[in-house]
């Protein structure tokens, strides 16, 4: 049956039955694809639990109505599955990509992830798309056979949205494509583009809500004016969140269809026929079109200027800094003020002059309330929340 299913695939999509496969060799699934399996091997593991408590933009206990960074990869799962559909692609791929691409977030967001690197400068630095393929190589922990996740190659491959070349050359095949200055699958592109559809006009919505941002700043920027006018012609009494709600939802509509409509024409104009095709292209095939970029890149200066650059989320920025920093020189002047089993697990790699990496990882896999709660037990020497962990 999924073979009938990925038969119905255009020739450049990637199929489960061609996957070069997993590091370690397990026996075919009978019932679901490769790319199945590897969705629900992602779905399954501790990582994507503790994105339920991780940062998008505004820390976790500011509110449960704000995105976090799980709704995010949802959000991002469906919008880059139903786009996969209607250009063909594999969807169950293009899914278990979306599910996986934010495994490696720290706490405290792009914050968290910015004073990591500044930690971890001398000892290989930090970033978080290949903290994520750590995570589904190596650190969890819940198979008998091997360390990771054991996913397919296409699956690591896809999780990398860039990499330096001196990172790659420590990546084996799955950095290759960096070296040899190749393109990802079309699968791989697409969920890239749908990450930013979704952060971006989502973001927008978070932050109306929480007084960040404001209708009458937003009716400058032409993408967001535009179809207002619009919703506010089909429904013309409509007051408060929903013409933001609506708003939104003609703008997502609008940059799917047109990333759709310009990624056929790429596809047909640089005569895309095979797999090997999409990696040898010069350039990106799954973009928007000139008209419509321009108005994206508006919409994500806006947001830069507006919502990231607040002032309220600079302080969660100081606050993520101050705890982090404090955090990893804490551990690193002590490792046994990490859990004993941790410590246990890692004890080769610590003596093996790998302690900060080992440090590094943890911090790393906080949730932003653990994070804040370790950081009072260790300000203030209460008892440790690490069983609620």
């Known amino acids: 049956m999924q073979n009938n299913i990925e038969n119905s695939l255009s020739s450049y999509a990637l199929k489960s039955k061609d996957t070069k496969g997993r590091e370690y060799k397990e026996e075919t699934p009978k019932l679901r694809s490769e790319f199945q399996r590897d969705r629900e091997r992602i779905i399954h593991s501790t990582a994507f639990r503790r994105l339920e408590y991780k940062t998008q933009v505004f820390v976790n206990h500011e509110g449960d109505m704000y995105r976090t960074r799980l709704t995010h990869t949802i959000e991002v799962a469906q919008i880059s599955r139903a786009a996969s559909r209607a250009l063909m ?3 169950d791929l293009t899914e278990a990509i979306s599910l996986a691409h934010d495994l490696g977030h720290t706490p405290f967001g792009h914050a968290g992830q910015d004073i990591l690197n500044k930690c971890m400068k001398d000892f290989g630095g930090f970033e978080h798309n290949i903290q994520s393929l750590r995570i589904i190589e190596k650190l969890e922990n819940k198979y008998a056979s091997f360390s990771g996740l054991n996913l397919c190659f296409e699956t690591r491959e896809g999780i990398l949205k860039k990499c330096s070349k001196t990172r790659a050359k420590n990546l084996g095949s799955v950095g290759r494509r960096f070296i040899d200055k190749k393109q990802a699958s079309l699968e791989a592109q697409l969920t890239n583009v749908c990450d930013e559809i979704a952060y971006n006009n989502h973001d927008i919505q978070d932050g109306v809500k929480a007084k960040k941002i404001f209708l009458e700043q937003l009716e400058s920027l032409p993408i967001f004016s535009n179809q ?40 047909k104009n640089k005569n895309i026929i095979t797999p090997d ?61 990490l859990p004993s089993d941790y410590i246990q697990y890692n004890l080769l790699k610590i003596n093996s002059g790998f302690k ?34």
């Open 89 to 91: 692609l594999n969807e």
């Open 228 to 267: 207002m006018k619009k919703v506010l012609k089909k429904y013309p009494k409509l007051v408060g969140s929903k013409i933001i709600n609506e708003t939104v939802r003609l703008i997502i509509n609008l940059l799917i269809n047109d990333l759709i409509n310009n990624s056929n024409e790429n596809i």
């Open 277 to 337: 095709d999409v990696r040898n292209c010069d350039n990106l095939i799954i973009s928007f079109s000139d008209e419509i970029k321009k108005l994206n890149m508006e919409l994500k200066k806006f947001l830069y200027a507006n919502l990231y650059k607040h002032t309220d989320v600079i302080k969660m920025t100081d606050q993520a800094n101050l705890i982090i920093e404090n955090l990893f020189s804490a551990y690193v002047n002590d490792t046994k003020l």
């Open 356 to 389: 900060e990496r080992v440090i590094c990882d943890y911090i790393a896999g906080m949730t932003d309330r653990f994070a804040l709660l370790e950081y009072s037990c260790l300000l203030y020497t209460s008892p440790s929340p690490r069983d609620k962990r």
